[in-house]
């Protein structure tokens, strides 16, 4: 199995920036997708973005698009949530969440191994 452990939540400004990482140990030779997800106050978890185990396939969600990037270093077993352009409305506690396999996929349901979280916080 994989553990994740994520890291490089904070607070900011609206209009800042944040570096999530999300690092992966265990059987993390294995190829996996990974998704980034968020949970605000009083809310469902929601998909944020994904990327597949070579990093040649990506998916964003429409409220992230053209703000948030999801490189990965699979030498480092490592997967980076790169956010900008920051809004109040993206505060929320952020998750890694990691599949076995190739594809990338947006549902909740089908990622097996799951990370504390780490909180974001942006003010306006």
């Known amino acids: 199995q994989v553990q994740l452990v994520e890291s490089g939540g904070g607070s900011v400004q609206a209009g800042g920036s944040l570096r999530l990482s999300c690092a992966a140990s265990g059987r993390a030779s294995s190829p996996y997708a990974v998704g980034w997800f968020r949970q605000a106050p009083g809310k469902e978890r929601e998909f944020v973005a994904a990327?597949?185990?070579?990093?040649?396939?990506?998916y964003y969600a429409d409220s992230v698009k053209g703000r948030f990037t999801i490189p990965r270093d699979n030498a480092k077993n490592t997967v980076y949530q790169q956010m900008n352009s920051l809004k109040p409305e993206d505060t929320a506690v952020y998750y890694c969440?990691?599949?076995?396999?190739?594809?990338?996929?947006?549902?909740?349901?089908?990622?097996?191994?799951w990370g504390q979280g780490t909180q974001v916080t942006v003010s306006s």
């Open positions: 969440a990691a599949r076995y396999g190739y594809t990338i996929v947006v549902a909740t349901s089908e990622y097996t191994y």
């Open positions: 990327i597949s185990w070579r990093g040649g396939s990506t």
